[in-house]
């Protein structure tokens, strides 16, 4: 596991470095403009398997998930802005709105998969796509040129990590280990994305977090 303390100094390093790291098939715990994810190539079977190890996530059955079509949760994505949403996921008038008023943004939009998407990450046809309001998630998606993962950094059931080490000390000696972490240092304890599913004409929030519900309806109008 190699760790790369985040800085002004190292912005653009740190970048590319992730970028590498997510190319060759890696997993990078990194911040957010929430609290710290768990970053992968949304479109690689063995790269979005190796996230829900590190979340510990079962399948139905509760056994592991060894493969990420076993596991009915999607992981959400980060997104470098619309035209990369656009090119896995469907909008309609309501989901616009709500990307107009929000993003970038603590707003997690659930949405239709587009039709040869290639993302690997759930059998439910939606997904959840994050546009943050980080410098650092926005540069790395950019440069990566497609989503990936942004799923938060803990273990299934437990709170999000606001330091890389809260997660990691929740790693037993045979849990597998991110192959890059990129140390932010301590994040401020911001609120989870809110979720909304937007599906059809409908738009239904599924998680009140960041952004109050009444805010969502009211942008609706």
Known sequence: MKRIKLGKHNFEEAVATAVEFLVEGGVVLMPTDTSYGLAADAARDEAVAYVNRLKARTDDSGNAAAKPAAVSKPLSVIVSGRRQAEAIASFNPAAIKLWDAFMPGPLTLVLPLTDGSGLKHGDAGTVGIRYPKDDFAIQVAERFERPYTSTSANRSGRPPAYDPDEFLDTLSTDDPLPHLV?????????????????LKTKAKVLREGAIPAADIEAALV
């Open 182 to 198: 990129v140390d932010a240092g301590t994040l401020p304890m911001r609120p989870v994305s809110t979720v909304v599913e937007v």
